[in-house]
């Protein structure tokens, strides 16, 4: 198979994307061995900020780093990205922001770039709406792409809790009834166990981090089968 390229994006912000992409680049390239290139497509740039942050680290200042982490263009990148195609065995994208429905379709080009996207939900009755908005393009995406014989996988998972007792059970029910495939593990409140390393893989961090990543990681190899 060629090169993977993969997106963890919702329409709504601050849900989990750039940290779960950031979890599962760093596990597929320290823990898998793949050749992995994160492009940050996103005007805030916070996982290309995060990698020049870690890497003024004494921690870090003398170790190669496991994936390189560029920071793109939106505009550009279809045209840019099949330089890197065939160096690479996963391309990560953070996409760019959507702006009040003014560049979505930059992001929806983007999104079909991909063969692969991962979308991170967050409990409660607006993001359930948002999310709602997401998935309608994602199958527009899929619809596309099945007319052309082209491969497009997606699936769910549970980023974040929401406020209220009961937003997650709704939230499952809503996700349930949209119909598309949810991963059985989570992967939630990382903050309070774990900062979004870039030189690190969480499998190797402790024993406290394996145990709440590895599960979600594993589910995520095997149903896109990375
Ligand atoms: N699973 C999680 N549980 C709780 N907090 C999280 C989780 N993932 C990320 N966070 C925290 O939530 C905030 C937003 O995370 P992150 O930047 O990964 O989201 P994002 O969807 O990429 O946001 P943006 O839309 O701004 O790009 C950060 O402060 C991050 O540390
Ligand atoms: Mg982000």
Redo the contacts with the bound molecule.
């Keep these: 198979m060629g090169v993977r390229i993969i997106s963890?994006a919702?329409r709504?912000?601050?849900?989990?994307?750039?940290?779960?992409?950031?979890f599962i680049a760093s596990g597929l390239a320290i823990n898998k061995k793949k050749k992995v290139l994160y492009l940050d497509c996103?005007s805030?740039a916070?996982a290309y900020e995060y990698r020049q942050f870690e890497k003024n680290m004494d921690l870090y200042k003398d170790q190669s780093e496991p994936f390189k982490i560029l920071k793109k263009d939106p505009a550009f990148l279809f045209d840019e990205i099949q330089d890197y195609e065939k160096d690479y065995d996963v391309i990560f994208i953070?996409i760019p922001?959507f702006t009040l429905g003014k560049d979505d379709k930059m992001v929806i080009s983007i999104l079909a770039m991909c063969d692969s996207v991962l979308i991170?939900i967050k409990s409660g009755e607006l993001d359930n709406l948002s999310t709602l908005g997401f998935v309608k393009m994602i199958e527009a995406i899929e619809t596309h792409k099945k007319s052309k014989n082209r491969p497009y996988q997606y699936a769910g998972f549970l980023?974040?809790?929401g406020k209220r007792p009961t937003d997650d059970k709704d939230t499952r029910e809503f996700v349930k009834e949209l119909g598309i495939p949810l991963l059985k593990h989570e992967?939630?409140?990382?903050?309070?166990f774990s900062?979004?390393y870039t030189y690190d893989s969480l499998l190797n961090k402790g024993k406290a981090e394996k145990e709440r990543f590895e599960p979600f990681f594993d589910e995520f190899v095997k149903l896109f089968k990375f």
């Design positions: 963890v919702n709504k912000g601050g849900v989990s994307k750039t940290t779960t992409g950031l996103d805030q916070s953070d922001r991170p980023s974040m809790t992967l939630r409140d990382v903050r309070e900062n979004p």
